[in-house]
């Protein structure tokens, strides 16, 4: 691969993510102060994420037989920076819901398409891959830490930086190299949904991972949308900042995995994943800067547990459970399920229980509040220990 297409698709990823990790973590906050919300509306904002990414798969099944990669990407980008900046000029939550909908619409099939296009253009994907992505874990660190910075993360701001960074990216879009279509025939609605791929629920323990994947979800959303409210209402100052040695630490275990793949195997990795979000929930329950500051620490430094340890070893299982010719439906499957279904009705309930544990002078009870998604945790840990199979995961297909 030619250095300068390397650089070009460094920049594209480290642009979307950028992008995104703008507005993501931070919007829960804006949308308390700003717009005045109640946790309902604020689970409801979260939720549209979710919808749009039941839904993108449809939009990129469109784009695959129509037009080139990087066209689209280019013009859902620059679509997206115009609902910015409506969004920006809104003040009430009900119109807000109805555009980072049609926002999150235009978001979440680039997810997919940033991907898409590296692989076409990378000669090794397990060696070249990982280089372009880390990029963007590395923008999402950038951004947080600059919005902490400056101090702006319950401010427009938020999305006032994702817009030029959305324009920026939508006009670059047009120069990475072509990528034109590949599909080709007509739509098939269950190819979409990888239904092809639902021939791995013959498999006991695979259907123990995905029911799992998906409760696990719930819990994932709860952090995204109200850690950084919580670490606030807990006294914690430059909270984007150390909420950013997060994604630090999911650089690190990202390096680990090969060691503990080893050591620990499948399900004593999806284990342990599962564990530290137990931990990690009560940490940000319990953790207080005045008095217990570490504790909080201890909550943001195991996201690279939690997510790498379940997360990124669930694809790993994924791939190594479905054969050849339904390994893409296999991730579209989980991704739908997961980042769609699951964290959709996380979304939802994480609104409700804040809005249950929030008095009529707006003081939230996060204790109240991370001890759901412990609990949920807990139990999605008994479910994994009981009828998951260690002997049955180490098959290559089923």
């Known amino acids: 691969m030619k250095s300068s297409v390397r650089i070009q698709l460094m920049l594209m990823m480290f642009l979307q993510f950028f992008t995104w990790g703008s507005w993501y973590g931070q919007m829960s906050v804006y949308l308390g102060k700003q717009l005045n919300a109640t946790g309902d509306q604020i689970g409801n904002a979260y939720l549209a994420f979710s919808i749009a990414m039941i839904i993108s798969p449809f939009i990129g099944a469109?784009?695959?037989?129509?037009?080139?990669?990087?066209?689209?990407?280019?013009?859902?980008?620059?679509?997206?920076?115009?609902?910015?900046?409506?969004?920006?000029?809104?003040?009430?939550?009900?119109?807000?819901?109805?555009?980072?909908?049609?926002?999150?619409?235009?978001?979440?099939?680039?997810?997919?398409?940033?991907?898409?296009?590296?692989?076409?253009?990378i000669a090794s994907p397990e060696k070249d891959f990982p280089t372009i992505r880390v990029m963007g874990?590395?923008?999402?660190?950038?951004?947080?830490?600059?919005?902490?910075?400056?101090?702006?993360?319950?401010?427009?701001?938020?999305?006032?930086?994702?817009?030029?960074?959305?324009?920026?990216?939508?006009?670059?879009?047009?120069?990475?190299?072509?990528?034109?279509?590949?599909?080709?025939?007509?739509?098939?609605?269950g190819q979409i949904?990888?239904?092809?791929?639902?021939?791995?629920?013959?498999?006991?323990?695979?259907?123990?991972?995905?029911?799992?994947?998906?409760?696990?979800?719930?819990?994932?959303s709860f952090y995204y949308a109200y850690?950084?409210?919580?670490?606030?209402?807990?006294?914690?100052?430059?909270?984007?900042?150390?909420?950013?040695?997060?994604?630090?630490?999911?650089?690190?275990?990202?390096?680990?995995?090969?060691?503990?793949?080893?050591?620990?195997?499948?399900?004593?990795?999806?284990?342990?994943?599962?564990?530290?979000?137990?931990i990690r929930f009560l940490c940000f329950g319990y953790?207080?800067?005045?008095?217990?500051?570490?504790?909080?620490?201890?909550?943001?430094?195991?996201?690279?547990?939690?997510?790498?340890?379940?997360?990124?070893?669930?694809?790993?299982?994924?791939?190594?459970?479905?054969?050849?010719?339904?390994?893409?439906q296999a991730q579209g499957l989980i991704t739908l399920a997961t980042y769609g279904l699951g964290m959709g009705i996380g979304s939802w309930l994480g609104g409700q229980v804040v809005a249950a544990n929030t008095n009529a002078d707006k003081v939230t009870d996060w204790l109240s509040v991370w001890t759901v998604p412990a609990a949920i945790a807990a139990g999605v840990l008994v479910l994994f220990l009981l009828f998951f199979s260690e002997k049955s995961a180490k098959s290559a297909t089923v």
């Open 287 to 328: 953790g207080d800067a005045n008095t217990g500051e570490w504790i909080l620490y201890v909550a943001i430094l195991l996201h690279g547990v939690c997510f790498d340890f379940f997360f990124v070893t669930g694809q790993i299982y994924t791939d190594t459970k479905a054969g050849d010719s339904i390994k893409a």
């Open 227 to 278: 850690a950084n409210p919580s670490l606030r209402a807990s006294g914690m100052e430059f909270v984007e900042n150390k909420m950013s040695l997060g994604q630090v630490s999911e650089v690190v275990f990202m390096l680990l995995i090969p060691l503990a793949f080893s050591r620990l195997g499948v399900k004593w990795m999806l284990a342990v994943g599962l564990i530290a979000w137990i």
């Open 137 to 189: 874990t590395l923008a999402w660190i950038a951004v947080t830490n600059l919005i902490g910075f400056l101090n702006v993360g319950d401010q427009v701001t938020i999305f006032q930086i994702s817009i030029v960074t959305s324009l920026i990216l939508g006009l670059l879009a047009f120069t990475l190299p072509n990528t034109p279509p590949r599909a080709t025939g007509p739509i098939n609605v």
């Open 193 to 220: 949904i990888g239904a092809d791929a639902f021939t791995l629920f013959k498999n006991r323990s695979f259907v123990i991972f995905f029911i799992a994947s998906v409760l696990i979800c719930i819990p994932l």
């Open 62 to 121: 469109v784009a695959d037989r129509y037009f080139a990669a990087q066209k689209v990407l280019g013009v859902l980008n620059l679509i997206g920076a115009g609902l910015l900046f409506i969004l920006s000029q809104i003040t009430d939550t009900t119109s807000f819901f109805w555009v980072i909908l049609a926002y999150c619409l235009c978001f979440a099939p680039c997810i997919a398409l940033t991907t898409s296009i590296s692989m076409r253009h």
